[in-house]
Every structure is written in structure tokens, then in C-alpha cells.
């Protein structure tokens, strides 16, 4: 016998939708957002969900709203911040877009001090704070070990994700349930990662859509 676990993300948030770092803080779900949520709503319809899962997070209880209207056998919902969106710690409430200029713009100078893009002008100079930043921009968001100033790594995520996850699928063993999994984008990695047997280079890879779930199966 098989127990089912449906694991998806909140659906898009203002921050999202603005390329603003999230994080910890809260953001609500926009139009887009509240549609994203009804779809994930109507690919669960015809599952049975028994217990659901969410942190305290708005747009995670919000979504799991949308998620359960159709579920009225679900018995409980129960906050877990273990799989809380990872912190972005001093960047949280700030444009992609303001990191980019403001990193570029300070390795610009750093090398400028070097005396290695004197050269640099204008337009050229422009092009190479913005590249230099977008560079800095990706490490931040797609490394595994690098933490923003204050934040997590995504590996620091991974940490408090695992005890999450094995804990889940005792409860789920134990209690002969299905259950529903309301979570964000970058405690969702290692949450694949687990059962999908992915290595690290193909967690670090994923896309988590706002409007789609996963689902995977638990022997009991």
C-alpha cells in the first residue's frame, strides 16, 4: 500500500512578481498568484488529502486555502517553518535589479583601484558593472554554499529540510495518511532532491513553477 505526498509551491507574490528578495518577509499573493493557486487547487481536486502542511508565511497558508476548498476530508492543518522559504537575511526588501547596480558598481571600483578598467568608459562602463553584477547576482541565487550577508545557503536550507522530510514520511508511515505539502521555491530543492534522487548539481538546476505540484509515493 501506497500513501501520497503533493508537494508545490505557493503561487506568485508581489516580490516575485517585482524581482524583489523575499525571503522571510511577507509578501501576498497577486491576481496572478491567486490564479497560480487554483490551478495547483484543480490538479488536486480528485486527491484525497488527509493532513496538510504550511509555515507561517501568508502566501503559503493562502495558497493551501484555494488547495483545501476542495478537500473537506482533510482533518488538520499543521505549521511546520522547517520548510520555510531560505532567508536572504540583508538583501530581503531589495530589487534584484538595486543588487546587480550596487555589487557591480563596487567591483567596478575595487578593480578601478587596480588600475585594471581604466579603460572603461560610458556605455562600456555600464555594460560591465551590469555583467559583473548579474554574475554576482547568480552566485547568490543558484550557489549552494554561498549565503547572502545575514542569510542562508541554499546548503543551510538543506539542513533544517532533511530532519523535515524524514520526519514526514514517519508521519505519513505512521498514520496511513496522505497529505498535502504548501511550501516556497528554495525548501522545495532538497524536498526534490530527496525523493527524486537528484544530485546536487540537478537540485541547484530546478525551476519550482508557482502553478504546478509534485507527487510521490510513500510505502506503509
Known amino acids: 500500500m501506497f500513501c501520497k505526498i503533493y508537494l508545490f509551491r505557493h503561487g506568485q507574490t508581489h516580490y516575485n512578481a517585482k524581482k524583489i528578495f523575499c525571503g522571510w518577509k511577507d509578501s501576498k499573493l497577486t491576481k496572478q498568484g491567486i490564479k497560480d493557486a487554483r490551478k495547483i487547487a484543480r490538479k488536486l481536486k480528485d486527491k484525497r488529502i488527509d493532513i ?6 501568508s502566501r503559503s497558508k493562502d495558497t493551501l486555502r484555494y488547495v483545501l476548498k476542495y478537500h473537506p476530508e482533510c482533518i488538520g492543518v499543521i505549521e511546520d517553518d522547517r520548510m520555510l522559504e531560505r ?3 540583508d538583501l530581503q ?3 534584484h535589479k538595486w543588487f546587480v547596480d550596487v555589487t557591480g558598481e563596487e567591483d567596478y571600483k575595487t578593480l578601478l583601484h587596480w588600475h585594471k578598467v581604466d579603460h572603461l568608459q560610458g556605455k562600456e562602463k555600464e555594460e560591465f ?6 554574475a554576482e547576482l547568480k552566485i547568490v541565487r543558484r550557489s549552494y554554499d554561498v549565503a547572502p550577508p545575514g ?7 538543506e539542513k533544517r529540510v532533511k530532519p523535515f522530510v524524514k520526519d514526514l514520511i514517519k508521519f505519513v508511515k505512521e ?3 496522505n ?7 528554495n525548501s522545495m530543492r532538497p524536498f526534490r532532491r530527496h525523493f527524486e534522487r537528484l544530485s546536487l548539481k540537478e ?17 506503509v
Open 87 to 89: 532567508s536572504y537575511g
Open 52 to 57: 496538510a502542511f504550511q509555515t507561517h508565511l
Open 129 to 134: 558593472v551590469k555583467k559583473v553584477g548579474e
Open 175 to 177: 498514520n496511513r495518511v
Open 179 to 185: 497529505v498535502a505539502i504548501s511550501a516556497h521555491g
Open 203 to 219: 537540485m541547484m538546476k530546478l525551476e519550482n513553477p508557482w502553478d504546478d505540484c509534485f507527487e510521490y509515493k510513500v510505502r
Open 151 to 157: 542569510g542562508e545557503s541554499i546548503r543551510d536550507v
Open 93 to 95: 526588501g531589495k530589487s
